[in-house]
């Protein structure tokens, strides 16, 4: 009987290792099974070598390309982008770069392997035509012989040939007509990227619609379980399917599958959740919950969802399932699989700075959970397993843990696994469903790609079994011997997260806000440290106090007392009767307070992103991520200051001793932006702190309570209170530390235009020369040319365009689309634009905040009515009218020489450019003389290292957004006005804050050289 629901899915986001491999490890099967299991999968792997001289589809590919070669690579960055490319002349320089990547002449053109035919360079004509050689002289052979145009048309064919062999139909009719008379039983995926528009969403939503018809017309008269299905991707049916904005998708989104499941149930077909990255589980079982307690759903068996068993919450999520599917008293499908975004995974919780990984880092790991998931599922009688795999092994583990149990059946991908399923059709009559994408080739060819990285991994079964090196056993190999105990869980060669910038720094910690009871956490600590602050300088002498007010509402949130010219001249003489002191201090008791000022910042962060968010208006993504960066920049220059400071010797005649120190200069006048005003304040006074040198802070006037609170941190970690003043202010303070005396050098960041007042202040100066570090803006540009996949490039020109409100020194200023593809380009992205959420950055869901103030406000609302009037406006939202909001905008420039100033705010400039253009262009924004990032969308590699060599900009991003540098891996710095260099968070950075001393000894004026007398035999 049904009853009550199961509390939603709460099992813990990332456990150790170790902990699961105990657990994993202690069920190990009796040696009776085992040797059951061995002897079953050996059968399979003879059977699938047997009489074949090759293996056939993904297997073929692996025998005659390694994924770890540069042939291999070359077809895979083909295969991902040529047919998507529209113009021949790029379509050209790509096919010459590719084969210009390897040397192909060695791969028969008489073997009937199909994906060596595929290889449009290959196709027969290097062997017949040329012999062994190098790659270019290839390629301009192949070009001289055959013509650069019958070249291209071979090679767009034969990426279509790849593409049919891997996708099953390029419309649902063509995938049906195709499965007509076949024993499998199918499940069609109308695949294509994940929506990022509300007309992405209702295109996908309608194609899964349609080939619901059409698969149901043509179903046949069987019932489920062996009725075909469709699986349904939700990502592909809402374009903001991310955690943060949960309240939303869960309005939205339900409705819309469960309609599509109905159309499902009423034609009986099974109906697949596809499984997605790890930090959308939790949302996708929320969805799922609500979609399966409809009453209108009742009875049917047909709804299913995949597992991923590489996923450390796998077991978990089969019970959840099960609880959910004894909640209803129903079955439900249940298809396990192995995963199949295992890098991004890894990389993902690296960037978050997770405590642990959410997926497995060994393959064995993955192999025995995998196998516990299906002894899980074979015992859940409200459970029909779909077992997706293409290891023999796991095949055998099913078959005899199965055991008279007749009600499961395996699942392989199109174009993948055939050999094995021949051979298990030999033995068994497990019926088999393969998973069969439909869509154009040219869409689905990046799936493919995904698809053979994945079992083209040298640790797969499949590109192992290609091998016939090598040896069954290898093949077979039992994962709890290749683990033997919980201690080697783990990868050796990949470190946790907190660990792999290490000995650099230690990565800041951070929170995955697709763990809901991580994020639930994190909003209990903001909300616990709201409240009202000030910030003052310690001089009695200063300005009346005033309000601080947020500009998401205009309410205050705190008072600051400016300094005036007294109070600014005595934080200088106190910072400077401090300096010998604080100069004295040994380099590791300075890099151990940057350390414990790191932790102390971990430890209060809910106070900084309280503050964060109220007084910059900052989203809780980018508050989150500013806190860590400061974090980042402390434990970073702590470990760069034992490094730069401590004394070298330096090699000499004999008799004397030569040794070279470092020390700090003097008192640094540190001026920072209200648009980091934590991490770049905090950045720069760490390093004029660690380095020896005193401090005075002057904060934006803009955000000053957050200055305030960070000095005090600093001070709580053991920075003498003398040695660091905070001396908030706006311009005339800035300007009267500049001219003060005791000023021995200036870091600044903010406009190039005050940064060159700075300048000339500094010049104009008697007595000893002050260095000015500077960082300022500029027109950051990125270049996109017809190679790059659309949707990469929407998401990377959103994030850096629109994110922080576009306030970020970084963000991308100027889009630069290849005409071919600019109109489709310029629709997907203002559709993307139109689903960002303008609002109160302190609320979930929301993407942009408002701009810092009503002065900016104003001038960005003038601009883009300027650009409305002129017929130029490509775009704009609807922003709040409370506060200091200003809407996403998208305005048309007919070059890129007509974007003459930095636009700070959330305003992008499109302009096109033509093919055969590219070197010209990138001539065009160099000569606008400054820039500090860069962007390039191309999967051309000589297109990529000739932007590297010729950017004007100091840092240089290739297909990924133009935000978020990483301290001591990605060093931020400008070009030309951009920054006086050397580069924030860079290995260089701190040697400018120090003064180079060299003592020279005589250790021979005392009568001679004892240790040049000592080596006299």
């Not at 698969?215 to 299905?229: E, T």
């Not at 099913?398 to 298990?424: K, T």
Request: glycine share 8%.
């Amino acid at each position: 009987m049904p009853h009550d629901p199961p509390p939603p899915f709460a099992a813990p986001y990332a456990p150790p290792d170790e902990a699961l491999a105990a657990r994993l490890l202690a069920h190990r099967p009796d040696l009776q099974t085992r040797n059951d299991i061995e002897g079953v999968a050996r059968a399979l792997i003879r059977g699938m070598r047997a009489g074949r001289s090759a293996l056939g589809g993904v297997e073929d590919f692996l025998h005659e390309f390694s994924l770890s070669s540069r042939e291999g690579l070359a077809v895979m960055a083909l295969a991902e982008s040529l047919l998507r490319v529209p113009d021949d002349a790029t379509a050209d320089q790509l096919i010459v770069d590719k084969l210009a990547a390897g040397d192909f002449s060695h791969h028969a053109a008489e073997s009937d392997v199909l994906l060596v035919q595929a290889c449009a360079f290959a196709l027969g004509f290097s062997a017949r035509l040329v012999g062994p050689g190098e790659p270019r002289g290839l390629v301009a052979d192949l070009a001289r012989r055959i013509g650069l145009p019958a070249l291209r048309g071979a090679a767009r064919r034969a990426m279509r040939l790849m593409g049919s062999h891997f996708v099953f139909g390029e419309t649902i009719d063509d995938a049906l007509e195709r499965a007509q008379g076949r024993r499998e039983r199918f499940s069609f995926d109308m695949l294509g990227e994940g929506a990022r528009s509300g007309a992405d969403a209702k295109r996908y939503f309608d194609a899964y619609a349609s080939a619901i018809e059409a698969i149901g017309a043509q179903a046949g008269d069987q019932g489920l379980p062996a009725r075909p299905g469709i699986s349904v991707k939700l990502s592909a049916l809402h374009p903001r399917y991310e955690a943060i904005s949960r309240e939303r998708v869960l309005c939205e989104l339900p409705p819309l599958v469960l309609e599509l499941a109905r159309l499902a149930r009423a034609r009986d077909l099974a109906f697949t959740i596809d499984a997605e990255e790890a930090d959308r589980l939790e949302l996708s079982l929320d969805v799922i919950a609500r979609v399966v307690a409809d009453p209108s759903l009742a009875g049917w068996d047909g709804f299913g969802l995949a597992v991923q068993a590489y996923q450390k919450r796998a077991d978990a999520l089969i019970d959840y399932v099960f609880a959910l599917a004894e909640a209803h008293g129903r079955r439900f499908m249940v298809r396990l699989v192995k995963g199949a975004y295992w890098d991004s995974e890894i990389k993902r919780a690296q960037e978050r700075g997770l405590a642990e990984y959410p997926v497995f880092t060994r393959k064995a790991m993955t192999d025995l959970n995998y196998d516990a998931c299906a002894a899980k599922l074979l015992q859940a009688p409200r459970l029909y397993p779909q077992f997706a795999t293409h290891n023999a092994r796991s095949v055998a583990e099913v078959l005899v843990r199965a055991g008279q149990r007749i009600d499961f059946e395996f699942q392989r991908l199109h174009g993948m696994g055939e050999p094995l399923y021949e051979a298990l059709a030999e033995r068994s009559d497990a019926p088999v469903r393969v998973y069969a994408p439909v869509g154009p080739h040219r869409d689905l060819l990046a799936y493919l790609v995904r698809r053979l990285i994945e079992n083209g991994a040298n640790s797969s079964f499949v590109a192992r079994a290609a091998d016939p090196q090598t040896p069954e056993a290898a093949l077979i190999a039992d994962p709890h011997d290749v683990i033997g105990d919980a201690t080697h869980a783990r990868h050796p060669r990949l470190p946790l997260p907190a660990e792999i910038y290490e000995p650099l720094r230690g990565n800041s910690m951070g929170v995955e806000f697709g763990d809901r009871a991580a994020l639930a956490a994190l909003l209990a600590e903001i909300e616990a440290a709201r409240g009202r602050s000030e910030a003052r300088p310690e001089s009695s002498a200063a300005k009346p106090s005033r309000p601080v007010v947020s500009p998401i509402d205009g309410a205050a949130i705190g008072e600051v007392i400016e300094c005036d010219d007294v109070a600014a001249r005595d934080a200088m003489a106190s910072a400077a009767r401090a300096f010998a002191g604080w100069n004295a201090t040994p380099v590791e008791t300075r890099a151990r307070i940057l350390e414990r000022a790191a932790d102390l910042l971990e430890a209060r962060r809910g106070v900084f992103l309280a503050l964060l968010q109220s007084e910059a208006g900052k989203t809780l993504d980018d508050a989150l991520a500013e806190v860590r960066e400061a974090a980042d920049m402390c434990r970073y220059y702590a470990n760069q200051a034992r490094l730069v400071c401590r004394e070298a010797r330096l090699p000499g005649p004999t008799g004397e001793d030569n040794r070279l120190r470092y020390e700090g200069r003097g008192v640094f006048v540190c001026i920072s932006p209200w648009n980091f005003p934590l991490a770049i304040f905090l950045g720069q006074v760490v390093a004029a702190l660690v380095t020896g040198n005193a401090a005075v802070a002057k904060p934006a006037e803009q955000t000053p309570l957050i200055a305030a609170r960070a000095v005090a941190l600093l001070h709580e970690a053991g920075v003498p209170r003398a040695a660091l003043r905070l001396a908030p202010g706006a311009g005339d303070v800035g300007a009267a530390l500049v001219d003060d005396p005791h000023t021995a050098g200036v870091v600044f960041t903010g406009s190039v235009e005050v940064a060159q007042q700075i300048n000339r202040a500094l010049a104009a100066r008697e007595g000893a020369l002050a260095p000015l570090i500077a960082e300022t803006g500029g027109v950051n540009a990125m270049i996109v040319d017809s190679t790059a996949l659309i949707e990469q490039v929407v998401d990377d020109v959103l994030a850096s365009a629109f994110r922080s409100a576009g306030q970020r020194c970084s963000a991308l200023r100027l889009l630069c689309l290849q005409h071919d593809i600019a109109p489709a380009a310029i629709e997907t992205l203002i559709g993307a634009a139109k689903e960002l959420r303008i609002g109160d950055p302190r609320m979930l869901g929301v993407h942009v905040g408002p701009v810092i103030d009503a002065a900016a406000k104003e001038k960005l609302d003038r601009y883009v009515a300027r650009a409305r009037a002129e017929g130029r406006l490509l775009y704009a939202g609807e922003a709040p009218s409370a506060g200091t909001f200003v809407a996403p905008a998208i305005i048309r420039l007919d070059r890129a020489a007509d974007l003459r100033e930095e636009v700070f705010g959330p305003v992008l400039h499109i302009t096109t450019w033509r093919a055969g253009a590219f070197e010209a262009l990138v001539e065009e924004i160099q000569a606008g003389g400054y820039g500090l990032t860069f962007g390039l969308e191309t999967r051309i590699g000589e297109r990529i290292e000739e932007a590297a060599r010729r950017a004007p900009a100091g840092n240089i991003y290739v297909n990924r957004n133009m935000i978020g540098a990483i301290v001591g891996s990605q060093p931020f710095g400008g070009f030309g006005l951009s920054g006086t260099g050397p580069k924030a968070g860079g290995p260089d950075y701190l040697r400018r804050f120090v003064r180079e001393t060299t003592v020279t000894i005589n250790t021979a004026s005392s009568g001679g050289d004892a240790t040049l007398l000592s080596l006299q035999e």
